[in-house]
T-cell receptor, first 115, second 116 residues
Framework: AQSVAQPEDQVNVAEGNPLTVKCTYS??????LFWYVQYPNRGLQFLLK??????LVKGSYGFEAEFNKSQTSFHLKKPSALVSDSALYFC?????????????FGGGTRVLVKP | ETGVTQTPRHLVMGMTNKKSLKCEQH?????MYWYKQSAKKPLELMFV???????ENNSVPSRFSPECPNSSHLFLHLHTLQPEDSALYLC???????????????FGPGTRLTVT
């Protein structure tokens, strides 16, 4: 079984300050980890993913995430948040196996960036 | 936009109606997905199609019936729905490569369904 936890329902941050959105996962095997963002009345947009290699992954719109195997975490970060970053963020995991496309999503974290 | 389109964007239907949701992907992908997004619940995978064949049905009630006539089109046929089926229904696609499971999924804007 695989699961994802996003412990914060909402994160509030002032514009220009660092933004962190937390994600922890549980899988039996090596994980593939993803971050998606959803703006109002839109579908999910892919931000970045970790497959293998460097633990620090850089993605779209200045976002990055750090894979930490010992803490089973994959936190999303942005050094300086913008008001336009206000949206719903989802972490997702897939375990490496021979078959199956199932991607398990966390419950989502709403980010509110205030001017 | 992401290259995945969904119609209609909004749908209101009664419990005795029959309607269909349509998804089309313009990305040349070989896998398509239906998800349900409800308020205060995690995104739920409903169905997966690989090369037009259904490979996953996540215990979805039979009042939801998917159809994948080709690798670019995906439908979700709805009949005798319940009010609790009101949600945002998202379609996604991806390019599945043999032995690789790291591909990302691309989502459409969704259909907001209200069952009255």
């Amino acid at each position: 079984a695989q699961s994802v936890a996003q412990p914060e329902d909402q994160v509030n941050v002032a514009e220009g300050n660092p933004l962190t959105v937390k994600c922890t996962y549980s899988v039996s095997g090596n994980p593939y980890l993803f971050w998606y963002v959803q703006y109002p009345n839109r579908g999910l947009q892919f931000l970045l993913k970790y497959i293998t290699g460097d633990n620090l992954v850089k993605g779209s719109y200045g976002f990055e995430a750090e894979f930490n195997k010992s803490q089973t975490s994959f936190h999303l970060k942005k050094p300086s948040a913008l008001v336009s970053d206000s949206a719903l963020y989802f972490c997702a995991v897939r375990v490496f196996k021979a078959a199956g496309n199932k991607l398990t999503f966390g419950g989502g974290t709403r980010v509110l960036v205030k001017p | 936009e992401t290259g995945v389109t969904q119609t209609p964007r909004h749908l209101v239907m009664g419990m005795t109606n029959k309607k269909s949701l349509k998804c089309e992907q313009h990305l040349g992908h070989n896998a398509m997905y239906w998800y349900k997004q409800s308020a205060k619940k995690p995104l739920e995978l409903m169905f997966v199609y690989n090369f037009k064949e259904q490979t996953e049905n996540n215990s979805v009630p039979s009042r939801f019936s998917p159809e994948c006539p080709n690798s670019s089109h995906l439908f979700l046929h709805l009949h005798t729905l319940q009010p609790e089926d009101s949600a945002l229904y998202l379609c996604a696609s991806s390019q599945v490569l043999a032995g690789v499971r790291g591909e990302e999924q691309y989502f459409g804007p969704g259909t907001r369904l209200t069952v009255t």
